[in-house]
């Protein structure tokens, strides 16, 4: 199984700031199957980015993904007041398609 | 507008069964891969299983295999997952998603608001 680390667990930033989010597999994520989710209290997360750096549709270009192998980022490149939620990564290229355990983005 | 709404949650003993369903619209579902995802109180997202577009190829997590069947009804347009020997630990918010494409190998881009399972003696 793949295992995905996100870090940091928790990082605290201020609107307007940039935000950059790490997810690290234990191997490598074959053709970049490699998404990240948002997800707000009490909601069903959201998906803004697939096959490691494309943006689904309706997601605002201040987010962004890069990365291949194992190594990967989520970049939020100016923050807005609704970003401040919990995001994940997940990996969908080798079963099971595992999800990191989150990084929860706090308003500073 | 697609549409995921799932059904048949609710609260059960340990070594109980329930069956989920997942009502999907706005889209052709025999042309997606679907898949569920859980969600533990206060915990983080869990991929559980997905199904292939035409249903032939199924996939598992390790914690469920044996336990849980993913399957669907593409002239019903319906999801669904059959829980058996549930357990304590599989007390979550349990969420049906749309695969981005026919094949599992597919980013989920759309979710259902999620039905909650709770196993409790």
């Known amino acids: 199984e793949i295992v995905l680390t996100q870090s940091p667990g928790t990082l605290s930033l201020s609107p307007g700031e940039r935000a950059t989010l790490s997810c690290r597999a234990s191997?490598?994520?074959?053709?970049?199957?490699l998404a990240w989710y948002q997800q707000k209290p009490g909601q069903a997360p959201r998906l803004l980015i697939y096959g490691a750096s494309s943006r689904a549709t309706g997601i605002p270009d201040r987010f962004s993904g890069s990365g291949s192998g194992t190594d990967f980022t989520l970049t939020i490149s100016r923050l807005e007041p609704e970003d401040f939620a919990v995001y994940y990564c997940q990996q969908y290229g080798i079963s099971p398609y595992t999800f990191g355990q989150g990084t929860k983005l706090e308003i500073k | 507008e697609v549409q995921l709404l799932e059904s048949g949650g609710g609260l059960l003993q340990p070594g109980g069964s329930l069956r989920l369903s997942c009502a999907a619209s706005g889209f052709t579902l025999s042309s997606y891969a679907m898949s569920w995802v859980r969600q533990a109180p206060g915990k983080g997202l869990e991929w559980v299983s997905a199904i292939s577009g035409s249903g032939y190829s199924t996939y598992y997590a390790d914690s469920v295999m044996g336990r849980f069947t993913i399957s669907r009804d593409n002239s019903k347009s319906t999801l669904y997952l059959q829980m058996n020997s549930l357990r304590a630990e599989d007390t979550a918010v349990y969420y049906c998603a749309k695969g981005l494409e026919m094949v599992t190998k597919s980013t989920l881009d759309y979710w259902g608001q999620g039905t909650l399972v709770t196993v409790s003696p």
């Open positions: 191997q490598s994520v074959s053709s970049s199957y």
